[in-house]
């Protein structure tokens, strides 16, 4: 599979080569369940606190590559969520409308998201990141590989053309369940202004300067909360961006050359703040700050 996506254009959707596109979302997603570092899923199919309960298996039917989910102790499953109703094939049902199984085949969840507004796609460097390397990148924490790989530039690229990734159990809970082109819209003219910078500043010297692609870091988790749900159009993610983009096209941020990628805690602490209600807006600005200084020493 490695070898296919190093020939294939990056984002790819699922109308060119339906089967890997729906072969890729199942073993990425197939990889992440059980793991308590990765798997967003599982908690969405029962009402207890239960770890690693479920069983899959990829298969094939009527032609569809797909994945098949089911209790290791056979009990019946739980939704939580109704827009699992755009997810889940029919046949996942017995004779008594049980949920016995969750049936999944993402061409027809990508035709279904079409229909919605979204073009879902597979993210040939991000899937081999986080699913086929050896070591995996654990893209639910701060890494120096989504820091060197300049996701920001990516992401933004995303939003502009209202794609998806769909190869992960991040993607669905935090991106598909509860989409809404119109509301994801809302923000798009600062999509609009995003990417010309960010292509521009990243061209030059600055391409490398580790200071410069950390705050690039920044604005593509910004960027990434602004495509979940529960972010949508938010005032504060959004004047952060915009704070950071000039910051990037500046003058005031040293240029640096290292070898290895530090986040500081500030990062943390930032998004923390920006993400929660009970933190003001000067805390944020503050926090910022603290975080331009930690990553110029």
């Known amino acids: 599979m490695a070898e296919k996506l190093n020939s294939l254009s990056e984002p790819f959707g699922f109308e060119g080569d339906p089967a890997l596109a729906s072969l890729c979302t199942a073993v990425g997603i197939q990889s992440e369940l059980g793991k308590k570092d990765f798997d967003r899923l599982s908690p969405f199919f029962t009402n207890e606190s239960e770890e690693d309960f479920l069983k899959s298996d990829i298969i094939i039917q009527d032609g569809k590559i797909g994945l098949r989910l089911f209790r290791k102790d056979q009990k019946n499953l739980q939704v939580r969520h109704p827009d699992f109703a755009y997810l889940i094939d029919k046949d996942s049902f017995n004779e008594q409308e049980e949920l016995a199984q969750i049936l999944i085949f993402p061409m027809d969840i990508?035709?279904?998201?079409?229909?919605?507004?979204?073009?879902?796609?597979?993210?040939?460097?991000?899937?081999?990141?986080?699913?086929?390397?050896?070591?995996?990148?654990?893209?639910?924490?701060?890494?120096?590989?989504?820091?060197?790989?300049?996701?920001?530039?990516?992401?933004?690229?995303?939003?502009?053309?209202?794609?998806?990734?769909?190869?992960?159990?991040?993607?669905?809970?935090?991106?598909?369940?509860?989409?809404?082109?119109?509301?994801?819209?809302?923000?798009?003219?600062?999509?609009?202004?995003?990417?010309?910078?960010?292509?521009?500043?990243?061209?030059?010297?600055?391409?490398?300067?580790?200071?410069?692609l950390l705050v690039s870091y920044l604005i593509g988790v910004l960027l990434d909360?602004?495509?979940?749900?529960?972010?949508?159009?938010?005032?504060?993610?959004?004047q952060l961006v915009r704070t950071a983009l000039a910051v990037t096209e500046g003058n005031s941020l040293k240029i640096l050359q290292k070898d290895e990628v530090i986040i500081p805690n500030s990062f943390h602490r930032l998004m923390t703040a920006v993400r929660s209600e009970y933190f003001s807006q000067k805390c944020v600005d503050a926090l910022f700050e603290e975080f331009l200084w930690e990553i110029a020493l």
């Open 110 to 212: 990508a035709e279904t998201y079409r229909r919605r507004g979204f073009q879902l796609v597979i993210v040939p460097t991000w899937l081999k990141s986080s699913v086929l390397d050896e070591d995996a990148v654990k893209y639910f924490y701060a890494n120096s590989w989504e820091v060197r790989n300049n996701i920001a530039l990516t992401q933004v690229n995303l939003m502009l053309n209202q794609q998806l990734p769909f190869f992960g159990t991040h993607d669905i809970v935090d991106h598909l369940l509860g989409a809404d082109i119109n509301q994801y819209n809302i923000l798009r003219m600062l999509y609009c202004e995003s990417a010309p910078i960010l292509n521009r500043v990243f061209q030059g010297e600055k391409r490398s300067s580790l200071s410069h």
């Open 225 to 238: 909360d602004l495509a979940q749900p529960k972010w949508y159009a938010s005032a504060r993610h959004s």
